[in-house]
């Protein structure tokens, strides 16, 4: 069993910055790509960005990239997602997901992950 809690999520203007956290209790993380994921409302679940099991590949989504950065801290079973020039088209739930597998490069298919968190808000105003 694992547990997935994000933080970090709020209200931002259009152009500024959040940081999410995501910390992973239970089954260790720091064998397992990692990933974000979110949903807008009337939306479907769509992929943010995802981290190998070593934090040496990154993925992103195109309307992300250069603007978004994953990282994880393995001895904090945690996974970070810092969001730059934040636009009113970034607002939705975020979502942590860890991958099934152990040793994975992580990617954007839904069904690499199976634990999700909650999820946290972010809502950015224009």
């Known amino acids: 069993q694992v547990h997935l809690v994000e933080s970090g999520g709020g209200l931002v203007q259009a152009g500024g910055s959040l940081r999410l956290s995501c910390a992973a209790s239970g089954r260790t993380a720091s064998s397992r790509a990692m990933g974000w994921f979110r949903q807008a409302p009337g939306k479907e679940r769509e992929f943010v960005a995802s981290?190998?099991?070593?934090?040496?590949?990154?993925y992103y989504a195109d309307s992300v990239k250069g603007r978004f950065t994953i990282s994880r801290d393995d001895a904090k079973n945690s996974v970070y997602l810092q969001m730059n020039s934040l636009t009113p088209e970034d607002t939705a739930v975020y979502y942590c997901?860890?991958?099934?597998?152990?040793?994975?490069?992580?990617?954007?298919?839904?069904?690499?992950?199976?634990?999700w968190g909650q999820g946290t808000q972010v809502t950015v105003s224009s």
């Open positions: 997901t860890t991958a099934k597998n152990l040793y994975g490069l992580g990617g954007s298919r839904v069904s690499l992950y199976d634990y």
């Open positions: 981290i190998s099991w070593n934090g040496g590949r990154t």
